[in-house]
């Protein structure tokens, strides 16, 4: 499976070296800093590693969380119903565009709100380069170090009512205890997520283009369950009815 992926990735890259001035992406962002003759430039594995974790992460995470989002605002008609007073009033009936996104800053919250509930990653670990002290708590080298954002997340210490779906309080009306590090859906530090903001940007306009058009409703009688691999998921499936709105 892993030489198919490689496969796949190394002819995309070859295609685009081919034609460096025919596309303007990420990809094409990264050759531009390639540099056969530097040895301290970026490698091609260096490449093909970056767009492999775009390609394998990037969809499941956004795709598990926009479920999990879906499910939240079935349950929540309160939040639902002031999503759709700012889709209606900044987009009309028009389809959203990339240049909306700054404008939906409660459609972000809705989805900001959701990964904190629901972290597309839930645990987290590191590998101690070398020996180190936290607190009381001495860390060997080589040592597994783990965090857990769905611990995080949810801790009392830093949020207020934390099982609850508030997506306000990613728009400045809500105040938060939260410090750094407590909300940390895309990792962070020197190796956080590389597709944080394309992948928040993805999730915002699917939600929007959706939400434009569409109640969500949870099917009745099933209750979600957790299934927790590499990512969050849920357990089974989530069969929720897309509802018109007119």
């Known amino acids: 499976m892993a030489k198919q992926i490689h496969m796949v990735v190394d002819d995309i890259i070859a295609t ?22 530097d040895p301290g430039s970026i490698s091609l594995q260096q490449i093909r590693n970056e767009i492999v974790v775009l390609l394998m992460a990037g969809h499941e995470t956004t795709a598990n969380t926009l479920a999990w989002s879906w499910y939240l605002l079935a349950e929540h008609p309160r939040v639902v119903e002031r999503l759709h007073g700012e889709l ?15 404008k939906l800053p ?6 900001e709100e959701t990964m904190r509930l629901y972290p597309p990653v839930p645990i987290l670990s590191r590998e101690a380069i070398g020996e ?14 783990v965090v857990s954002p769905w611990l995080l ?12 779906f ?13 410090i750094k590090y407590t909300y940390i859906p895309f990792s962070t530090g020197p190796r956080n997520c590389l597709g944080a903001a394309f992948g928040l940007t993805e999730a915002i306009l699917c939600l929007a ?12 009688g099933h209750k979600p369950g957790y299934d927790c691999r590499l990512t969050l998921r849920p357990a089974g499936s989530l069969p929720m009815i897309a509802r018109p709105r007119r």
């Open 209 to 220: 283009v959706l939400a434009q058009k569409f109640n969500p409703v949870l099917q009745p």
């Open 153 to 164: 997340h949810r801790h009392r210490s830093y949020w207020d009512h934390p099982d609850h």
């Open 16 to 37: 685009q070296m081919k034609n460096p001035n025919e596309q303007h992406t990420l990809l094409a962002h990264m050759l531009g800093h390639y540099n056969p003759e």
């Open 132 to 145: 180190d002290q936290i607190g009381k708590y001495h860390v060997p080298q080589g040592a597994q170090v």
């Open 88 to 102: 209606d009033s900044v987009l009309g009936d028009r389809t959203p565009g990339f240049d909306d996104v700054s």
């Open 106 to 111: 409660y459609t972000r919250a809705v989805f």
């Open 166 to 178: 508030i997506p306000e309080r990613f728009t400045g009306e809500w105040s938060n205890k939260n």
